[in-house]
Structures are given as structure tokens and as C-alpha cells.
């Protein structure tokens, strides 16, 4: 155990020079006596919470049971707004912003008197932010995820918040609801503060976040609602106070088996293809290096044993309910590294030996699982060079291989102004190719990669084709949709090259995607192919456009990724 002298606060509150002297006075200003923080852990509680992020609406109110805890274990607790970043409405992407959250609370933990930090967040882009930010900080830190929303429903139907949307969306396109029904319908969709309760990127994520070992056990899957997600922020507001005293930090958690563990829980969770890029980027942060390839390596012999929407039947309610994460990782332990150290203190391992599975529907067995192979493979070819990825799992199967001629958008402006042009002689034989929606052209990587079929193949009772683009799609999505295309378009990738009725060739089996059309005429098309504006000319928008790196790098800012450490701040 340190001595409280050792603490990195007692730099800012401790001694009797004039910083000592100056820091006290103004904490005595915030309406605090000396004798309630000096020698105690002082505790940031990073909150997501605002207004219009209907995902972390609760988290104004459990950022009170996170103080709770950090009294009671005898920490000091501070609360940090931070920038939120809603899926919802913020615009063209959170993914934009994504690392500008993940360096604003990096440089929060570095610059202020703080010995640890909860994370409190969930939506998409905010868990890895969160994340990449603490392990550049490098002190004590746990996670407080946001947790689920409750099941939607709608005339004695289940609804999954997004995948039962693009649904239904597409049923009203095609004449087989109308505006009454679509209505109810966005009445019952998301009926609770909380994530999206289907496996989508959100989901994904703070389940990440569970098997890294930086959150509590079964934290990830608890209802934003439940009693019992009160009591998770209070326990871990405790927890991270003993983890100060223990000197147990993020980096001695983090490490290559903790990052091998992630992928595997995200492929037998049928996960989103979103934790490709954003688990590439925190494991940079540790100077840990991940490729793309190690996400399919991993898909070979992983199952997918979460029977959850959209490549499954059920929600995160049913699997809390089911076992949630300890339940799954529990019917895994023989593929990984249950020897490591999490946030308890205690090994992966320890934490699992209380795991109970209650339904093997939702949570399957090795021997019945959903698919053989984890739901995400990763592509190559000519097409994608540094790589493509694909949710086969949530796929229809007969897609999987498939040669068609290219109808080719430039952007997503372009795509709805011509979706249902005639004259583009779309089938159902089609490949749909958007580009211009990568890190830089998109820009931020809008998730625009489920792209919406013609209305007259809708009518037909069509409901997936082949899709390639450079951009992301939600986690909630579905379909034939390849995706995070690298080098995207706007930097001179083959998506730039590809025009119209060329033959586009998806063999998911043999991990290909490829343009049939021969070398000489690709290298033709690329001497006459120029680059676009850039997209920015000041502000974040040109920051973010000078250092932004690919997909297959995980769309981190090159300086944030680069080898080397910045000093601490002295506390004058």
C-alpha cells in the first residue's frame, strides 16, 4: 500500500511551499475543508451525460452513486463533464470526434490533481474514446458502462432498436406498413435511457471493455435502468480507490493477451465490425501492435455463441438475464488468457468462477452454436489492398459469393439523388459501390455502408445485395455490406478506379474482393484519377484532415499513436 505522501494529488494539496499553500486555499473555495481530501485518492468521474445523448441520459443521476462509492472507500471524488458524443444526432458522425473525447480526456487526467478515474459512457464512439485516453494517461482507471436500453415493443411484438428500424423502414418503402403503423413504431422503439439494446457497436464495446478487464464482472450487459446498475457505479466508484492504493493501473491491464481476449469475445459475441478499426486504435495506444489480420486469424476457430440481433434472435435484456458476458466468456475459458490481471484485482479467471449460463438459446453452447466461425471476416484483393471487413454472419448466406456489375455512387449525396434512377438498370444481381466515405472523404467514416436498395427491388420482396463502400455501418445494420474499404477512395484507393458495370467479384469462403478488370486498365484509370478538394480548411475539421490514418490503422491521430511519453506537469 503507498504512503498518502505518494499520491499524485499530494503534489498539487501537499507540503508547505506556495503551491501547497495556493491549492488549498482554492479547494478550500470550492467549499472544501483541507482535512476532507488531503492524503485521501482524489477520483475524476469522467462524465458523457448531456442533454441530447439520450444513451447516457441516466448518467447525470449515477455519476451521485459513483460519488457514493468513492466516499465510502475513503476517495475524494471530482466530476469532469466531457464532451459527449451522441450517435444519435451529432453529425456527419461521432467517429469524427472520436479521438478529439479520447485526447480531451487524456490531457484531463494528465493536467489535473487526479490519482484515478471512472469512465462513464456507452455510445458508439465514447467507450473506446474513453478508453484510448486513460491508457495514454496511464493511471488507475475503471469503466462504468452505460448499459442497455429495455426491449422496444410494438403490437405484442419485440423490437431491437435499429436493426427492427432499417426493418421496418424498409416495409413502409415498400408499401407494407404505412404512417400509422411507422408511428407506433417510433413510440416503442427505444422506450428507456441506454444504449441500443441489440448487439450493435455500443454493446460491443462496453462488452470490450468487460473482457479487458476494466470493468466490474457482468457490468457490460446491465439494463441502464435496473437497480442493479445503481449499484455497479457505486461499486466500482469504491473499487477504483482501492485500485489507487494498489498502484493497479490501465497499462498493467492492458496488454497483448488482454487485447487477443477482445477480439475473441467480439467474434463469438457476433459483434459489430465498428471494434475492428476502434480496438486497433486502443491497442496502438499501448504501443501493441493489431492488424486486421489478426481479427480473422482469431474468426477461424471462434464461434459465435451470442444469439443476439442482428445476427440472432434475442436482446441484451435476454442476455443479461441469460448470464450476460461472464456467462459467454465462461464457455470460452480454453480460448483465452484467463491468467491475467483485471480492475478486482483478481485474474480473468477468478472473476469467471461464478459464471452461470440460464438459457442455451440465448447464450449458446460450443456444440450448438450460432455459426461455426466468429461473424466478422476480414478481405483482400485487388478491390482492398489493406483490407475490407464483412458481418457475414448477418448476411444472406447466398451472398457470400457473388460476381455482379458495379453500380457506383461518389458519395452519399449522390446515392439517395439516384437510388431509384431507372435508367441505372439495377437488379437484384447488382453490387451497389459507394465511395467517398472513408476517414477523410467521409469524412470521419459515416456509417452509410448498409446502403439503401432501389424501391422497386423492395417491392420485388428483395431485401439484401451486394454493398461495397469505404465507409462504416451501424452496428445494428445488416446485409451483404462490405465495409471500411482501405485505402479508401478519397486518397487514391481502387474504389476510385471502379466504374460502372465492372464486374465485382465478394467470395467471403476465400476471404476475396476484386475488380475484373485487368492491370493495364486500373493503371489507365489511375494516371487520369486526381484528388479531391480537401474537405476542411480550418478548424478541428483541418486538423483532424492532416493526421487522421486509415481504417485498417484504426483512424487514429498519428500524433496520438506515436512512440514516446509527455512529461507530467509540474504542480507550481
Known sequence: MRNPEELRSHRWFGGDELRGFSHRARSRQLGYNPEEHLGKPVIAILNTWSDINPCHLHLRERAEQVKRGVWQAGGFPLEFPVATLSETFQKPTPMLYRNLLSLETEEILRSYPIDGAVLMGGCDKTTPALLMGAASAGLPAIFVPAGPMLRGHWRNEVLGSGTDMWKYWDDKRAGLIGDEELSELERGLARSPGTCMTMGTASTMMSVAEVLGLTLPGAASIPAV???????????GARVVDMVWEDLTITKILDERAYADAITTVLALGGSTNAVIHLIAMAGRGRIPLSVDDFDAIARRVPVLANIRPGGDWLMEDFYYAGGLPGLLSRLTDLLHTDRVTVTGRTLGENLETAQVHDDDVIRTRENPVATE??????????????AVIKHLAADPRLLVHTGPAVVFDDYRDLKNRINDPALGITEESVLVLRGSGPLGG?????YGMLPLPDHLLAKGVRDMVRVSDARMSGTSYGACVLHVAPESHVGGPLALVRDGDPITLDVPSRRLSIDVDDAELQHRRERWSPPPPRFERGYGALYSEHITQADEGCDFDFLARVGENPEPDAQ
Open 374 to 387: 466468429g461473424g466478422v471476416a476480414v478481405l483482400r484483393g485487388n478491390l482492398a489492398p489493406s483490407g
Open 443 to 447: 469524412p470521419g467514416m459515416p456509417e
Open 226 to 236: 435496473d437497480s442493479a446498475h445503481h449499484r455497479m457505479a457505486a461499486a466500482s
